[in-house]
């Protein structure tokens, strides 16, 4: 039934687009009007850069009114442009939202692919191939192109570098390493902990769990859009790691640790010697911080470093007039330009999206100043794919509940993980 | 003789366990609202930490300073003063009438339509959230403040609080008012709606409250800050996702935003209770 109803709706949905691309309006000179709609998700003035960016464009496109819209968080975009598209509204042209997002907007038609308006750029493929890789995982879908990098971060591992040197350790490269330099550099008075060795946020776990799997030999997610890989002997042993580093070396809080917000100020005030967190707290950690800071990736099992980029891309939304997609593209574009996309990362802390930006003066006076955010682009080189499959909201739950029972010793790693492949498999079932 | 004295003393010292008791709880119950003070005050340039959580090397205005920098305060806090006293003087309208006739008069139909009006409490507004977006653009009311009070005119909460105080006010009163001619606008004015007072309050009270933390609708029906509401500005502060919890700056943000609210609140919580002495009848 389901699928007659969907085989319906996409053969009045091609009719429609066929209809539509038949009356298709000159593009050029009549005025257009374009909206993009942006969540703020870290400490930066975004709305002031954006607007300041949305003037520079209008100067050099005088037909094109371009409007920002601050919306809320992410989650606020996505429920924006569902709203107003269902609702029959004229939706904002561009809007920011999770590059995870990709196979639900997509699958509900509410974005456009950007493949056309690349093909019929001078050097489209060379654009794409410029935007670093990992970040660039996460718009493929159906063989098109749906999103451009914009916002975005990636899992990270900061260390007090200066505590490291003063205690004679160096930077951690295997799990080996990593677990007795964070088992050495924790400290007690009694029972009390005075400080970590290393805190690694579980709250919302997926994220910064998959470099670790990954540093075992396989990431949770692969190539596919409906299958993953939660059982595997890599999963497996990266929850028996993690829990090892509390249980056995005494340097890590136990548990579950739902402390992505406490572990930054801790680790700037001295009190943990390690963490795990997202790349887009840097500008933040670096201004409160009175000691040497350093940024890597998370070590693998045998060497290595391993990370997951995150954060948002942009997105062309549907039901646009010919004119206002074109409009819409050339601004995303224009975001995106070299020196833009290195002014963005410098003022929000954003990593930069594009190779050439980092060839920008300004950003090579800025990574010269501040090294860290060098060696945030540097922990991309060898990331991998962010969790993005069909069915994202549901698989990722089911992945959460059974990890999280597993940090918490509920269940044996490898029942918890047969577990939520068995469920994952289900949930996927209908979209293979 | 002994014995009332042994009473008395006993009385005592019950209610002054009572009153330790009491502001045991009352501190315990302020504690976020007292630490958000701390924290607000705390020098930026100084992280929490375990063990580090409440005043800082010295107390320092500039979380307020950023907070107001980030955030059009000032306007949005006009908008949601209009939103909130736009809403609730229609809801208080609609209510009461609505009250008064099912609570005052008999008609065929009465208790299905009581029903379903009570029904509309169990769907949850995010599900109407398409539907209510539908009904603005045809009314042509996109991204006003009207457009995001309009779907709360009818309340079925305000209905329900009102008819069942309207119920327990003796039929004798209204019949007496009749007696002396009065018509059934009079007699919700002058006898009914005094009398009820105490739900009146209670209702404004949540009314007022529910709409003023109100995010997801005033966000989606509006995109400029010159129609929108305090919870935008504060959304700037709470939904910093990719980083840590800017705990000053959160707190100063959110002090600014709740204090009107909290003021307003000590003042009605007094006409609260008084409406509650003065409601008389037993």
């Known amino acids: 039934m389901s699928t007659r109803l969907m085989t319906g709706a996409l053969i009045v949905l091609v009719a429609a687009g066929a209809f539509a691309s038949g009356q298709a309006e000159p593009v050029g000179d009549q005025p257009v009007t374009i ?27 005088p037909n094109v009114e371009v409007e920002t819209i601050y919306a809320g968080g992410y989650p606020d975009v996505k429920t924006t442009i569902q709203t107003t598209i269902d609702g029959g509204g ?29 093909d019929a750029m001078d050097d489209g493929q060379a654009y794409l191939d410029d935007f670093l890789p990992a970040f660039l995982a996460n718009s493929s879908y159906m063989d098109e192109i749906w999103s451009l990098p914009f916002q975005r971060s990636a899992v990270v591992m900061y260390y007090n570098a200066d505590l490291l040197q003063q205690t004679g350790h160096t930077v951690p490269s295997d799990w080996e390493s990593l677990a007795q330099t964070a088992s050495d550099l924790t400290e007690r008075t ?93 500008s933040n950690v670096l201004s409160q911080a009175d000691f040497e800071v350093g940024v890597t990736g998370i070590p693998g099992r045998d060497g290595g470093s391993y990370s997951v980029p995150g954060g948002g891309n942009l997105y062309m939304v549907s039901g646009l007039s010919d004119a206002e997609k074109q409009a819409a593209f050339d601004f995303a574009v224009f975001l995106t330009e070299p020196a833009r996309a290195a002014d963005f990362s410098i003022r929000t802390g954003y990593i930069a999206t594009r190779e050439s930006a980092f060839a920008d003066p300004d950003m090579q006076a800025w990574i010269a100043e501040h090294p860290q955010a060098g060696q945030t682009r540097d922990v991309l080189a060898s990331a991998g794919k962010e969790l993005a499959v069909q069915n994202l909201g549901e698989v990722r739950t089911i992945f959460h509940n059974y990890l999280q029972a597993a940090f918490n010793g509920e269940m044996d790693p490898q029942a918890a993980m047969e577990a939520a492949q068995q469920e994952a498999d289900a949930a996927l079932e209908d979209f293979r | 003789m002994r014995n009332t004295g042994r009473t008395l003393r006993a009385t005592t010292v019950l209610r002054g366990a009572g ?7 009352a501190l315990l119950w302020s504690m976020p609202l007292i630490w958000s003070v701390i924290a607000s005050l705390r020098p930026p340039g100084e992280p929490f930490a375990r063990g580090q959580v409440w005043f800082g090397s010295g107390l320092s205005l500039e979380n307020y300073v950023r907070a107001f920098n980030l955030a059009p305060f000032a306007l949005y806090f006009r908008n949601t003063v209009l939103l909130v006293a736009l809403i609730l003087s229609v809801q208080l309208v609609t209510s009461s009438l609505a009250g008064f006739a099912f609570a005052f008069y008999r008609f065929r139909g009465q208790r299905v339509l009581f029903t379903v009006i009570l029904t509309q409490m169990m769907i949850p507004t995010v599900a109407l959230l398409v539907p209510n977006f539908q009904t603005i653009r ?15 005119w009818g309340s079925a909460f305000g209905t329900f609080l009102l008819r069942q105080a309207f119920l327990g006010i003796p039929r004798d009163y209204a019949d007496a008012a009749m007696v002396d001619g009065s018509s059934w606008a009079q007699i919700l004015w002058h006898v009914y709606l005094p009398m009820a007072t105490p739900s009146v309050v209670a209702f404004s009270i949540s009314s007022v409250n529910w709409h003023w933390n109100n995010l997801l609708w005033p966000l989606i029906i509006s995109q400029s800050d010159t129609v929108r509401p305090l919870t935008a500005g504060l959304a700037r ?26 003021t307003l609140f000590v003042i009605f919580q007094k006409r609260f209770i008084e409406g509650f002495m003065n409601s008389g009848l037993k």
């Open chain 1, 35 to 61: 909206q993009i709609a942006y969540p703020v998700a870290v400490d930066a003035p975004v709305a002031e850069i954006l607007d300041g960016y949305a003037e520079e464009f209008m100067a050099q496109y």
């Open chain 1, 90 to 118: 004229d939706a904002p042209a561009l809007a920011v939202m999770l590059a995870t997002d990709l196979f639900d907007l997509a699958n509900a038609q509410y974005i456009e692919p950007l493949t056309p308006y690349l």
């Open chain 1, 190 to 282: 009694g029972d009390t902990v005075t400080r970590w060795g290393i805190e690694w946020p579980t709250g919302w776990p997926y994220w910064l769990f998959q470099p670790l799997a990954m540093g075992a030999g396989r990431n949770i997610v692969g190539d596919s859009d409906t299958e993953v890989y939660f059982d595997t002997p890599a999963a497996i042993d990266a929850i028996g790691y993690y829990n090892s580093l509390s249980h056995e070396y005494g340097a890590m809080p136990e548990g579950v640790q739902a402390s992505w917000g406490n572990v930054v100020p801790n680790f700037v005030s001295g009190n943990t010697a390690m963490i795990v967190h997202s790349s887009g707290s840097l």
């Open chain 2, 19 to 25: 009153v330790v008791l009491g502001i045991g709880i």
């Open chain 2, 138 to 152: 045809f009314l042509g009311l996109y991204d006003t403040i009207l457009a995001m009070a309009m779907p709360f």
């Open chain 2, 237 to 262: 502060f709470t939904q910093l996702g990719e980083i840590g919890a800017q705990w000053g700056l959160m707190s100063a943000a959110t002090l600014v935003v709740a204090l009107p609210l909290l």
